[in-house]
């Protein structure tokens, strides 16, 4: 069985229908890209495998256990086990970086507070920015933000890290600097990751299998060279960046 | 076209319905987490800074509110008082109307302006910005977190400076009667004394216990429920506002019937003079 599974999920927002009988199989240790155009529902997954949303229709399942019903209590050793990267980072605005990286294991292990110290250092250095530690969030630049939030996704050393649009806002060189980490975190903690992204140079870099996401419904599932090579004209204008005749007719009738 | 209103009516109301009820689930959750967590060290660790926010920051506001709600008082009613020649009586009328009614409800509605719109534009931000989000993702409730110390900062600090808006309307209306208008301070507290009771003041008090919970309540349950960006956080701490203030005066309509009745049941009709 596959580390997480969602069987045949359904979900509208009002009269929209966003996920249509998808169906996803995350194996443990693979580094999954999950691909789509803006809107088309790539964090709703995301957020339906760490039950911040709930299906309309259908299963979640992980590590052998449905989840997708579960009550607000029961998730917690569930959702300790994911580490997720927020579009924006999602900082405590509140907190310096170092409360924030040390929030989850303040909350859910039994350091003493001289290990939960030791351990932002280390988190810190992992994403090479141990200098900021004294800082507030609002202080920091948009990657340093981000760099921050993966030290904090990683604190409790997750078997899962989920990675909502990790490169978006980034200029390439810092954008490259979260593809290296992403690749780094897989290969030294041994983690399964999850990256929501429309970036494909970050796809390319990171991922062990890319799916696509199109109405609801994947459309691609394969290899980097897979999809590089694939008939399939909708995953072939996503991947080399290209609008369609249609797209192209709106703007030119202004 | 009369279906077409009937539609938009019948829209309105569920609308209107499914908020009720959601207001009603988050507020039955507050308490079940109050229940669940209300005497753990990271509760009362939580609830410090909150009761510095609400209670410490509020105290001028609450002050200057007070202050000249009894002074304007005074100068209202002197005039009728003196034509009566009955202005050393004058501080019963202020002094009840102070610490029953206008004291609680001032205080209330200043707070639900200064600290109701603070927590909700606080939580808004948090909500819009994902850290609601990321809270429960670390496995941590958002209500248990950010809620119970912010409600209970609100429950408890509201009775405690509507004490000091009270007792800062009394000096305000004793200060105008005695400096400015020349009425004698001795027979002005001994008839203070005569119409202001306990029972009036508790009244006053278990009032503002009630409007602090609706203040903690709605404006926490109006930040985790604002929409998305700027105008969707700011429409948030509105309605927020608004929303306080109408369940305050109309909490307030319903209390003041309630005693009024308990209270003459308890002890008859009794004269302010």
Redesign the interface.
Known sequence: MSLIELRSIVKRFGRQLVLNHLELSVEEGECLVILGASGSGKSVIL?HI???LEPDEGQVWFDGQRVDQLG?RA???V??Q?G?L???G????SMSVEENVA??MV??SRFSPSEIDTRVGRWLGLVGLPEVRQKMPGELSGGQRKRVALA?AIALEPRVILYDEPTTGLDPIRADVINELIIKLQRELKVTSIVVTHDMASAFKVATRLVMLSEGKLIFNGSAQEIQHTTNPIVRRFVLGEADEEELASIKSL | MPLGIAEQVGFRATLTLAELGNFFVFAGNTFRWLLATLFRPKTIRLLLPQAFEVGVKSVPVVAITGAFIGMVMAVETVTQFKAIGQENRMGVLINLSVVKQIGPVMAAVMLAGRVGGALTAELGTMNVTEQLDALRVMGSDPIAYLVVPRFVACLLLTPILTMYSDIMGVIGGWFIAVFFEGIASQPYWAYSAMGVGWWQLLEGLVNSFFFGAVIGLVSCYKGFHSGSGAQGVGRACTESFVASFLVIIVLNFIFAQVSQSMYYKIYGITGLF
Not at chain 1, 90 to 93: I, K, N, P, R, V
Request: proline share 8%; charged share 25%.
């Open positions: 957020k760490v039950g911040l607000e998730w917690v050793p959702r300790t994911f997720f927020f579009q924006m999602a900082l405590f605005d929030f989850p909350e859910h904090r």
